[in-house]
């Protein structure tokens, strides 16, 4: 069975600080990685996605995640936090050939004081 | 294209009775997945269904049951609904479930049993 582990389960940084947030899987096949923010109030949205190719992959508002297979880590990175990153990161993972069932981390909150 | 919608937005019911959520998928969506959201459990997969059909089936009990109709749109029904139920229930969507595709999430259904 696939689970996904997010080590921070909450986060605290002031703007501009640097944010990387880890994600590890455990799944023996071919996988699609996902990381998902949900901000006060709202739904959740894809920040960005790894299928295949180029393991650095680049999403929206400047974030970033790299995939290490070896490690069987897609971790979070940016390099600059805004206050408006203040938001519910989930990481999410699923097997490609069952890709409309996703196992997803238990979130880490982050919070970014201006 | 309009996003995946969900109706209603919030429902208070009772102890013991049953409910009923609806999906409606992006266009061209054939795939919609059903995913129960609590503080205590994050993000558990429930089912998914492909053209009028059961493809993925997480691990709830009986009393969780759904739908797809012939135009894709999906509805979840509770039975004899208990406390541990109030939750968010989230559907997504993607075009077919498998291979490189992304789920996209609607604003979700906020239950609270009484």
């Known amino acids: 069975a696939q689970s996904v582990s997010q080590h921070n389960h909450h986060v605290i940084l002031s703007e501009a600080a640097s944010l990387e947030l880890g994600c590890n899987y455990s799944y023996g096949g071919t996988v699609n990685l996902f990381w998902y923010v949900q901000y006060p109030g709202q739904h959740l949205q894809l920040l960005l996605k790894y299928f295949s190719g180029d393991p650095l992959v680049k999403g929206i508002k400047g974030f970033e995640a790299e995939f290490i297979k070896s490690k069987f880590s897609f971790n979070l990175r940016k390099p600059s936090v805004q206050w408006s990153d203040t938001a519910e990161y989930f990481c999410a993972v699923n097997a490609g050939t069952n890709a409309g069932k996703s196992t997803f981390g238990d979130g880490t909150t982050l919070t970014v004081k201006p | 294209k309009a996003g995946v919608t969900q109706t209603p937005r919030y429902l208070i019911k009772t102890r013991g009775q049953q409910v009923t959520l609806s999906c409606s998928p992006i266009?061209?969506?054939?795939?919609v997945s059903w995913y129960q959201q609590t503080p205590g459990q994050g993000l558990q997969f429930l089912f998914e269904y492909f053209s009028e059909t059961q493809r993925n089936k997480g691990n709830f009990p009986g009393r969780f049951s759904g739908r797809q109709f012939s135009n894709s749109r999906s509805e979840m029904n509770v039975s004899t609904l208990e406390l541990g139920d109030s939750a968010l229930y989230l559907c997504?969507?993607?075009?077919?479930?498998?291979?490189?595709?992304?789920?996209?999430f609607g604003p979700g259904t906020r239950l609270t049993v009484t």
């Open positions: 266009s061209g969506h054939r795939s």
């Open positions: 997504a969507s993607s075009v077919s479930g498998q291979g490189a595709v992304v789920q996209y």
